[in-house]
């Protein structure tokens, strides 16, 4: 819980914090070409279609990461809104964006399959497909793989309808940085510098929303996408000679040492205690009796 201990990571060298976060990346992306060689195998696809796999991802370029319950308050579409300008982002040869999906819809949420369908037609359209990959079965094991290995962690649900987004935090504690929607715990978590800024990650839109649905999706993938434009890509690919990125490192420090001691466990046994458990017992308010006569 101590800040003043977390504030130490500022001191550990760039090469470092690089080379281990570029290990768990190369990991993750091993495990992910693992898993679809495997799933494409199952289904009894081709054999091209299963060496393909191995042109998958690369360990060098900028990996966001997204994975969650697809309900459809969380928006895993929310990316493909401008298909045209997600691709463009996408299949940059000079600085190239990818992408890992997973997640799962409840099996009687039929928006939420035809969110997963529509991302995984994604996966399969020309030109953007060695940078995209949908991992089937989400699990903790595997929720554990991508929280370490991405760059970045992207959550864009629908406000206010998040109530933590719990993964953003276990993204932190490895050096990942948050790009999200400022709701849930990020609402908290989200800290700027003083031109407005994010210090600590990235703010999808503003801090306020509109009940019209189609017109803040709009909003929200702009934005997301401008993010990504002018700030996410040029800060990764704005790398010294050797191939370090020290603008991105300092984030992802800054990431470490602002949640790590803010967003765990000990806060959260600490809080249900505090406001929850030890809270003098309140009394039931009396039912209120109608005093319609019967
Ligand atoms: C952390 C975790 C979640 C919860 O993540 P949210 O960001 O709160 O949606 C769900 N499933 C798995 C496997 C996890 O590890």
Same mark, same amino acid.
């Given at each position: ?5 977390? $504030? ?5 060298? +760039? #090469? *470092?914090?690089?080379?281990?976060? /570029?290990? !768990?990346? @190369? ?74 999906? $997973? ?5 009687? +949420? #039929? *928006?939420?399959?035809?969110?997963? /369908?529509? !991302?995984? @037609? ?83 839109? *503003? ?88």
């Amino acid at each position: 819980m101590d800040s003043q201990i977390w $504030a130490k990571v500022d001191q550990i060298p +760039d #090469e *470092e914090v690089w080379w281990r976060h /570029q290990v !768990l990346k @190369e990991r993750l992306i091993a495990y992910t070409r693992d898993q679809l060689k495997q799933a494409r195998q199952n289904r009894g696809e081709d054999a091209a279609a299963v060496h393909e796999v191995d042109q998958l991802l690369d360990p060098r370029a900028l990996t966001i990461g997204f994975a969650r319950r697809f309900s459809s308050y969380k928006r895993g579409n929310l990316l493909l809104h401008d298909a045209q300008r997600a691709v463009q982002i996408f299949s940059n040869t000079e600085y190239p964006v990818q992408i890992l999906f $997973a997640g799962k819809a409840h099996p009687a +949420d #039929e *928006e939420g399959k035809r969110i997963i /369908q529509r !991302l995984i @037609e994604w996966c399969s359209s020309s030109g953007i497909k060695h940078r995209i990959a949908f991992i089937e079965n989400y699990d903790m094991y595997m929720a554990r793989k991508l929280v370490q290995g991405v760059d970045v962690w992207l959550n864009n649900p629908r406000r206010p309808l998040e109530a933590s987004g719990t993964s953003g935090q276990k993204v932190c504690f490895n050096g990942g940085i948050n790009c999200s929607v400022l709701d849930g715990w990020w609402s908290e978590g989200y800290q700027v510098v003083p031109n407005g800024k994010g210090f600590n990650g990235w703010a999808i839109g *503003e801090d306020a929303h509109t009940s019209n649905q189609e017109l803040q999706d709009k909003i929200d993938s702009d934005s997301l996408y401008q993010l990504l434009e002018s700030e996410i890509v040029p800060l990764y690919y704005d790398q010294d000679a050797d191939g370090i990125p020290h603008g991105w490192i300092q984030m992802m420090k800054a990431s470490i040492k602002t949640n790590a001691p803010a967003f765990n466990t000990d806060r959260m046994i600490a809080d249900y205690v505090t406001q929850i458990y030890s809270r003098e017992k309140v009394t039931d308010p009396q039912p209120v009796v109608a005093s319609v006569p019967l």
